[in-house]
């Protein structure tokens, strides 16, 4: 099993930056991509960007390209956000991949980022 936990969310204004963080622990050498979501009430859950975890390669969303930047040192896989936009604003989860499977299987709790206008 995986447990993740996430950290580094709040509130920040338009145009400022947050790095969150979500820690991994268990087995983690089952991990094959680290992904991070985001969602808002009454929208689908969507994925803002992953990271291979062995070879760091990384995958963006169109709506945060540029913006957002994902990162992984040891156990730990970062989301750094910069020049935040009122709609980044929602709860974003961090989930890991298995290796031979298709699915997220391991999700952190959640971590609530809110960009004011």
């Known amino acids: 099993q995986v447990q993740l936990v996430e950290s580094g969310g709040g509130l920040v204004q338009t145009g400022g930056s947050l790095r969150l963080s979500c820690a991994a622990s268990g087995l983690t050498v089952t991990i094959s991509v680290m992904g991070w979501f985001r969602q808002t009430p009454g929208k689908e859950r969507e994925r803002v960007g992953s990271?291979?975890?062995?070879?760091?390669i990384t995958y963006y969303a169109d709506s945060v390209k540029g913006r957002f930047t994902i990162s992984r040192d040891k156990n730990t896989v970062y989301l750094q956000m910069n020049s935040l936009k009122p709609e980044d604003t929602a709860v974003y989860y961090c989930?890991?991949?298995?290796?031979?499977?298709?699915?997220?299987?391991?999700w952190g709790q959640g971590t609530q980022v809110t960009v004011s206008s």
């Open positions: 990271i291979t975890w062995s070879g760091g």
């Open positions: 989930a890991a991949r298995k290796i031979d499977s298709a699915e997220y299987s391991a």
